[in-house]
């Protein structure tokens, strides 16, 4: 079992993440933005930045190379459904995208916004982390959260409507 702390500070046990969260076992915050036959995406539960997306295999995988002929179609099409869902919805100009291997989760991709505030941590893959350090040690407030919540409900709404 490993102990996984969420963004609001609660600690989980879970043999693996990702099978818990794709089969329901728990509910991320706000729930599932959208879900297909291979795929499902949420709100990344240990980081409350607004429209920060998680895509993950619902297929105990780790590498891209794993996915069949109908995963690779589905996760690339899905995968542009929600990136255009962050610019249309949420206004969101620019993402980075991480995708590793050596994961203990599924295979799944991150869909990290990049706002104005987080400009101040730097421009470059580097500075990823200080910024989701920051959204989980400064921004778990009321406020925040509400707006974390809103952009699942948007995002949501626009991904049924696609």
Known sequence: ????????????EVECLS??????????????????EYFHAHQD???PIRGLIILASKRHIKCFDELTEEEKLD???????????????LG???????????TIHHFHTWMV???EWMYEFGRSVESVRPVLLHARNEMNTVKNLKEVMEAIRVLTKELTLQ
Request: hydrophobic share 35%; aromatic share 12%.
């Open 113 to 115: 916004p990049r706002y």
């Open 75 to 89: 996760y690339i099409n899905i995968l542009s459904k929600i990136r255009k869902a962050q610019r249309d919805v």
């Open 45 to 47: 539960v240990a980081y």
């Open 19 to 36: 099978c818990a969260l794709t089969s329901g076992v728990i509910e991320p915050d706000g729930g599932v933005v959208v879900e297909t």
């Open 92 to 102: 969101i100009e620019y993402v980075y995208y991480f995708y590793n291997e050596d």
């Open 1 to 12: 079992m490993r102990t996984i702390t969420l963004s609001n500070g609660k600690t989980i």
